[in-house]
C-alpha cells in the first residue's frame, strides 16, 4: 500500500513534468515566432541563376537568352543585377520548356496518361536514422524538380511537421492531423486536412499526438472486425486526392506498430534509411524479419502485397570511419543494387540548419561555408537523383 509520503512524491514528480513540458512549450513557441517573424508563417528563399540551371536543365546561357528573348516571365534582380527566381517562377519556366524546348517532355518528370501516383513510405526501426530528414529533403528536392509531391507525416512525433512550421501540440491538439482521415468514428476526407506549405507543389498531411490514438483504436477494430480494417484505411483516404499528385512520401514512426503497418500497405515502395554501425545494422535486421513476418500474415489474409521497389539508404555516413565504411561494404555486398549507390553524408550544414527548423534547400547559400553546403547538396541531391531514377523506372521509363 502506497504512503503519504510515495504519493506525495509521485505527485511532485508529475507536477514536475507538467512544468517542464510547459516552460520547454513556451520557450519553443517564442523561438519560433522569433525565427520567422514578421510573417506567422515560414518562406522560402529565391534561388539563384546556378540553382535553377541544376534544377531544370538548362543551361546558364540558355536561361540568359530565353530572358532576352522575353520567353521566360521577368524575375526579381539584386543589387547587382543578377536574377533571382522563386519556386513558382521556376516551374512557369519548366512549363516554357516543356512546350518549347527540346525534348521538352524532359522538363516535366512527374506523371503521364496511366501512370500510377507513387507512394514512397520512408522508414526505419530505430530512431535518429536520418528518416525525417531524408524524407523532407526528398519531398523538397522532387517539389523543386517539379513534381506534385504531397508529404504525410505518420509519426506522432510529428518531427516532419514541425520542420514545414507548424507547433503540432499547439495547432493540431485537438484536430487537423492525418489522424482525422484514418480513425475509425467519423473520419474526415484527406482533403480536409492537407495543407498547402510554403514550396511550391508541396502539400503537407500533419501528424499530432492524436495520432497515437489510432493504435489502440486499430487493436478495439480488428476485435470487433470494423470496416474498412487498418490495412486500407491509408490507401482509400489517398485515393480521394490520388489526381492532384505524382508522388506520395510519407515519414513513418520509428516502430513496426499498426501505423506503420497502414503506411507500407498503401505504399507502391519503400525508402529503409540505416546507418552504418552495427547497432543500427542489427536494429534494422530485426525490423525487416519482423516486417516479412507481418506481411507475411496479411497477405495470407488479404492477398499479395506488390511493391514496385525496395531501398535502402544509407544515412548519417562519414566516409573518413573506417568501421562506417566496413559496415557500408558489408550491406552493400549483401543487399546489392538494393542499396543506393550514394549515401546521405553526416553533416553540420544538416544539423545546424535544422536548429532553426530548415533544409539545406531553405539555406540562403552565402550564409553558409561554401565548401560545406557543395559537400552536403551533392550528397542529398545525389541520393535524390538516385531514387527519383527509381521512381522514373517504376513508370516504365528509361533512365540514364
Not at 517542464?20 to 510573417?39: G, I, K, V
Not at 524538380?145 to 506522432?156: H, N, Q
Amino acid at each position: 500500500m502506497n504512503s503519504n509520503a510515495d504519493i506525495a512524491q509521485t505527485n511532485s514528480i508529475a507536477a514536475s513534468i507538467a512544468s517542464n513540458a510547459a516552460r520547454l512549450s513556451e520557450a519553443l513557441n517564442n523561438h519560433m515566432r522569433n525565427s520567422f517573424q514578421p510573417d506567422s508563417r515560414k518562406t522560402l528563399r529565391k534561388f539563384h541563376p546556378a540553382e535553377v540551371s541544376e534544377l531544370t536543365g538548362i543551361s546558364m546561357s540558355n536561361l540568359r537568352t530565353r530572358h532576352q528573348e522575353g520567353d521566360f516571365p521577368d524575375v526579381e534582380t539584386d543589387s547587382r543585377g543578377r536574377r533571382l527566381y522563386t519556386a513558382q517562377e521556376i516551374n512557369q519556366i519548366r512549363h516554357v520548356m516543356a512546350k518549347t524546348g527540346r525534348n521538352g517532355e524532359t522538363y516535366l518528370p512527374g506523371r503521364r496518361e496511366n501512370d500510377a501516383l507513387q507512394i514512397i513510405s520512408i522508414v526505419n526501426f530505430k530512431g535518429g536514422s536520418s528518416k525525417t530528414t531524408s524524407a523532407i529533403h526528398l519531398a523538397q528536392r522532387y517539389a523543386l524538380r517539379g513534381y506534385r509531391v504531397l508529404a504525410i507525416d505518420m509519426d506522432p512525433q510529428a518531427s516532419l511537421t514541425t520542420m514545414f512550421g507548424y507547433r503540432p501540440e499547439i495547432e493540431f491538439a485537438e484536430s487537423g492531423t492525418v489522424y482525422d482521415a484514418l480513425k475509425y468514428e467519423d473520419p474526415v476526407p484527406l482533403s480536409q486536412i492537407i495543407r498547402k506549405t510554403y514550396f511550391h507543389n508541396l502539400d503537407l498531411a500533419p501528424a499530432g499526438l492524436l495520432l497515437s490514438e489510432y493504435e489502440t483504436e486499430t487493436a478495439y477494430a480488428l476485435q470487433h472486425k470494423v470496416d474498412p480494417p487498418f490495412t486500407q484505411r491509408l490507401a482509400i483516404a489517398i485515393d480521394e486526392i490520388e489526381a492532384n499528385y505524382d508522388l506520395v512520401i510519407i515519414d513513418c514512426p520509428p516502430q513496426l506498430g499498426f501505423t506503420t503497418m497502414t503506411a507500407l500497405l498503401a505504399s507502391t515502395g519503400l525508402l529503409i534509411t540505416v546507418v552504418p554501425s552495427m547497432l543500427d545494422v542489427a536494429s534494422m535486421a530485426q525490423f525487416l524479419e519482423m516486417a516479412g513476418e507481418t506481411v507475411q500474415t496479411l497477405e495470407e489474409a488479404a492477398g499479395p502485397i506488390d511493391w514496385n521497389f525496395l531501398k535502402f539508404l544509407i544515412a548519417r555516413y562519414e566516409p573518413t570511419d573506417v568501421p562506417q565504411s566496413q559496415m557500408a561494404g558489408f550491406l552493400r555486398s549483401i543487399l546489392l543494387d538494393q542499396v543506393l549507390t550514394t549515401p546521405m553524408l553526416k553533416s553540420t550544414a544538416i544539423s545546424d540548419a535544422g536548429m532553426t527548423q530548415q533544409t539545406i534547400y531553405e539555406l540562403d547559400p552565402t550564409q553558409v561555408v561554401k565548401k560545406t553546403l557543395t559537400r552536403i547538396l551533392e550528397s542529398v541531391n545525389g541520393v535524390a537523383d538516385e531514387f527519383e531514377n527509381t521512381i522514373q523506372q517504376a513508370w516504365g521509363r528509361e533512365t540514364d
